[in-house]
């Protein structure tokens, strides 16, 4: 497989990732702005905005946190290079670069949820057809994860398309996490203070995770848990320790298929080491906050690691 | 008289308004078909397209926006015997124009003969002095050609142009044949097509054929592709896709150890047959154009120390040239002993003064073409241009004749589209996509039919709204 085909399919699933998990962030945080004061939804949009590394982007552009300006920059603006129907155009440039590694099926799948996302998102998103929208954006991410796992060889192209899904989805549930967290700090002290519920809500709906952890915990809800279910739980398909063991596994075959490791074995060994051998209150005694910018950095060495040792781009 | 009201040989009704013998059997099939059929599966086709991506990218559009080539759903139909006649021709002239390659890469026999004059390729860009005194692995020049024939009567199939640069469209041929297969199910079981499908097939077969000495049994093949923003991207991808060879760009490719290589995810892995379709000037920046970022630095001489084969060959493209193609008569009798059986379209060499002379005191009758041009740019439709438009083409004419050739105003046949209301005669030309290797020439049976979507335009061009049909050979 080229280096840059192989560049081509890790990028078009991080960036239908990233597309996806940005649509539900809007969506959680749509929610909770509807049922809040003026100004709780003002923090809740910033909060969105922070997440996504776009606040003072967007903050050059207006000098108010309208819900309907907020999900315009996010999804459409010219002004925002990063807004989600580029990052879906670019996941269609990937997968058209890479159109020999990929089947008609994951081809389609994300060619028409494009093309659909495209005349949704060709005039203004009123709030009357925003959840519209977004649904739209999260079912291409899933018609083509789905496409992917029925109509795919077990390869190293397929390889790629998890260790960037998942790579992606590591990096995006601790970002998600971590501004949370840190918003929440002030008003926060460790175990058993009674919480705003409804902003912890808000995070468990950004990651999909608000039923699950219902069914798990009955509906007990502290920071602990909380953090505890989207770091270490190894059934939620979201968790960090979820992601990483996705990862490893996919690291694992590309070593079979190559005949030997590379580099980003040894990062993944290690990072695997760091994550494993902490509990949830190693965490907290070292700070979330703290804990969540070293993985994030560790997810990009790693993300690093895989574009030179497998030949992307030189 | 313009171009459109002068009588024109249909494909489809003779002149009595009778159907003819290729069409017998689809208007059997038509006339059962109930109202509004036709314009419900062309929305169906249309969407069809759209999501499997078959598009086109359109030259100076300013937002590369991909476009769709319309489709038309009415094929067009070639009966067995016609085909058979044709393809006699085609073989033949692709013989020829391998043969005439590597002659005017080595001997040049034919100039001395005096057959052709020798400033054609002397001054031609085309021509490439590095391709001299050397043999491509198998002696192949041409290794896909395509060529462009129109049709003027029952029995009259002429070649308007030869494409032996890098012909495009061999995909189009392909999806048609799958649409209208999805499409009308019941009609390819009552009317038995030639197939068209096992095309990548051949084509590998026949690039393996022509792999460099040295090379395993299973040659590496490789797609070279400009990238996504070339109007043919989508053919590039389809035919690495179905012939299971990677498609690389130039930054994938590099000179390892005396080999063009690829760079994989495991290192670098050496490429045998190349099947590049950029042109010879962005092939190689140290030999070409240095600002190339499209090809390979030093492909070259791995080419002539015999490392890599190249398909089409460096330097094919002078057989494009439409002075050169004016001479074609006369190239293939010398190369193949034989009469042409596939005549070419009257073409007058504005080189030539009193050529020149004709052609301006008939530009109104007469197709005046750039001898480099293609696409259908820069060229004059004198029945369907303007006083002024023909008034500007003339002093370009006048300021550099040698640059232009001229041919009448063909009554090209006509095979009707769907239209909103009804069928309705349209122009098209033809072109059979054709492989050359060792083992012989290889011709598909049917190709690529362009219809001018305008009523009475001769423009075929997909690059200026011409629109493409499903071409069939019947099995009779």
Not at chain 2, 336 to 356: H, I
């Amino acid at each position: 497989m080229l280096g840059r085909t192989a560049s081509g399919i890790f990028w078009m699933y991080r960036y239908l990732e990233r597309a996806e998990n940005t649509a539900r962030l809007l969506e959680a945080g749509h929610r909770m702005t509807m049922t809040r004061s003026e100004d709780m939804a003002v923090q809740e949009w910033r909060s969105v905005l922070t997440t996504l590394g776009l606040r003072s982007a967007y903050e050059t552009h207006y000098d108010d946190y309208a819900g309907a300006h907020v999900c315009d920059f996010v999804l459409r603006s010219k002004d925002n290079p990063e807004n989600v129907l580029s990052m879906l155009e670019r996941a269609r440039t990937n997968a058209r670069v890479s159109r020999t590694s990929i089947t008609a099926e994951v081809w389609e799948a994300i060619n028409e949820g494009w093309m659909a996302l495209r005349d949704l998102l060709a005039k203004p998103v009123r709030e009357s057809n925003l959840n519209l929208a977004l649904g739209a954006v999260r079912r291409e991410s899933t018609l083509t994860r789905g496409a992917t796992h029925g109509s795919m060889l077990r390869n190293e192209t397929y390889s790629f398309a998890r260790l960037g899904t998942f790579l992606e989805r590591a990096d995006n549930t601790a970002r998600i996490l971590d501004v949370k967290y840190y918003l929440l700090l002030p008003s926060l002290s460790y175990v058993g203070t009674p919480l705003d519920t409804g902003q912890w809500d808000t995070v468990l709906r950004s990651l999909s995770a608000e039923r699950a952890y219902r069914w798990l915990n009955s509906g007990r809800m502290d920071a602990r848990s909380i953090a505890d279910f989207l770091i270490f739980d190894d059934r939620f398909p979201r968790s960090l320790l979820f992601s990483y063991s996705v990862m490893r596994e996919n690291l694992a075959e590309l070593a079979q298929l190559h005949g030997g490791e590379a580099e980003v074995h040894e990062l993944m060994r290690a990072a695997d080491m760091r994550l494993n051998d902490k509990s949830v209150e190693d965490v907290f005694d070292q700070g979330l906050h703290e804990f969540l910018i070293e993985f994030i950095a560790g997810n990009q060495s790693i993300a690093n690691a895989i574009a030179s040792d497998y030949r992307f781009n030189s | 008289m313009t171009a459109s009201e002068k009588q024109h040989f249909d494909e489809m009704h003779a002149p009595d308004g009778s159907v003819r013998e290729a069409y017998r059997g689809y208007q059997d099939w038509l006339s059962g078909q109930e109202d509004g059929m036709m314009r419900r599966k062309t929305l169906e086709a249309e969407s069809f397209f759209r999501k499997t991506g078959i598009t086109f990218n359109v030259y100076g559009e300013d937002d590369a926006e991909e476009r769709l080539i319309p489709f038309d759903m009415v094929p067009r139909i070639i009966t067995g015997g016609e085909w058979r006649r044709l393809s006699k021709g085609i073989d033949q002239r692709v013989r020829a124009l391998n043969a005439f390659m590597h002659d005017l890469y080595h001997r040049q026999e034919i100039i001395r003969s005096g057959r052709l004059p020798e400033r054609l390729f002397r001054n031609n860009s085309a021509w490439l002095p590095q391709m001299v005194g050397f043999t491509p692995p198998g002696g192949v020049y041409t290794h896909i050609t395509g060529i462009d024939l129109v049709r003027t009567g029952p029995d009259e199939f002429m070649v308007l142009e030869d494409n032996a640069r890098t012909p495009s469209g061999v995909s189009y041929m392909l999806e048609n044949r799958e649409t209208m297969m999805a499409m009308f199910p019941e009609l390819f079981s009552k009317v038995k097509v030639l197939p068209v499908s096992d095309y990548p097939r051949r084509l590998a077969k026949s690039l393996a054929a022509c792999a460099p000495e040295g090379a395993s049994d299973k040659p590496t093949i490789a797609v070279l592709t400009p990238g996504i923003y070339n109007s043919a991207y989508y053919e590039h991808a389809f035919l690495a896709d179905q012939m299971g060879a990677e498609l690389v760009e130039g930054s994938d490719l590099r000179v390892v150890d005396g080999k063009v290589q690829m760079r994989t995810t495991v290192g670098f892995k050496p490429v045998d047959v190349l099947y590049r379709r950029v042109d010879d000037d962005f092939l190689d920046p140290l030999t070409f154009n240095s600002e190339s970022m499209l090809g390979v630095p030093g492909i070259m001489d791995v080419y002539r120390a015999g490392g890599i084969t190249i398909a089409n060959a460096p330097g094919t493209g002078i057989s494009d040239d439409k002075a050169i193609y004016s001479f074609m008569p006369d190239i293939v009798e010398f190369y193949t002993g034989e009469k042409a059986l596939l005549p070419n379209v009257d073409t007058w060499r504005c080189a030539d003064p009193d050529s020149l002379k004709y052609v301006l005191d008939n530009l109104a009758e007469l197709v005046v073409k750039e001898v480099h041009g293609s696409g259908g740019y820069g060229m004059l439709i004198g029945p369907t241009s303007s006083k002024k438009e023909i008034k500007e083409f003339r002093a370009k004419l006048e300021a550099d004749p040698g640059n232009y050739i001229a041919q009448p105003t063909l009554s090209l046949s006509t095979c009707p589209i769907f239209t909103k209301k009804g069928l309705a005669p349209r122009h098209v030309d033809l072109r059979p996509f054709v492989l050359c290797s060792p083992d012989g020439v290889d011709i598909t049976p049917g190709g690529l039919t362009r219809v001018a979507l305008k009523k009475g335009s001769l423009v075929v061009n997909s690059s200026q709204g011409g629109g493409t049909k499903d071409s069939w050979v019947l099995d009779d």
